[in-house]
């Protein structure tokens, strides 16, 4: 039997991983090749490997004079890895400041992403001020490191003499949400 080629194509690599990852993880066997080819389409954005078929074959099909407009297909919503989220937690104390920095990169990451959140939008900061700033929100004193982990993240920008510190609007992680909110119920719980 001949074999079908139906290829994919697959807007951002990193979601699709976390997704696939998921949904492997849910089951509690090794899948077969059938639930496989499942798994990789609905990290794709479509429901199963049946509905990823039928679109393919319904747009090889179709002439150009009867096709419809294109209906560009909502990117899935990132689901959040509360793993990490729970990791990155254990850094902060019931106040929601960064007790000590973390050692592997993502949950640095993450933290760097919770103070991008707390830096005011549209506001400048001389280096001293964005150095206080940071410092009411971390406890280990290394308000140099956070400052240049947040320009090197692309987070904040600042003119070549520090003399202007300014939030870079960007769309942040999909755990930062989680982490916003753990970090509300561990406040109210303090409290």
């Known amino acids: 039997m001949p074999r079908s080629i139906h290829p994919m194509e697959i807007a951002d690599l990193s979601v699709f991983a976390k997704q696939l990852r998921a949904q492997i993880t849910a089951l509690d066997h090794a899948p077969s090749h059938l639930e496989m080819l499942n798994l990789l389409a609905k990290a794709g954005g479509y ?25 560009a297909q909502t990117a899935p919503v990132p689901v959040p890895d509360e793993t990490r989220v729970m990791r990155t937690l254990r850094v902060f104390d019931s106040e929601g400041r960064i007790v000590r920095w973390p050692g592997k990169r993502s949950q640095q990451e993450l933290c760097l992403w919770f103070l991008w959140s707390k830096i005011p939008a549209n506001r400048s900061f001389t280096e001293r001020e964005i150095g206080e700033f940071l410092n009411m929100l971390h406890l ?21 003499d520090g003399s202007d510190y300014r939030r870079v609007e960007r769309k942040p992680p999909a755990e930062l949400s989680l982490l916003l909110s753990r970090l509300g119920t561990v406040k109210a719980r303090a409290a």
């Open 47 to 71: 429901r199963n490997y049946q509905h990823l078929r039928a679109e393919q074959s319904a747009s090889a099909t179709s002439t150009p004079e009867t096709t419809e407009p294109v209906v």
């Open 140 to 160: 280990f004193g290394d308000a140099a490191l956070l400052r240049r982990d947040l320009f090197d993240l692309g987070l904040v920008q600042r003119k070549r």
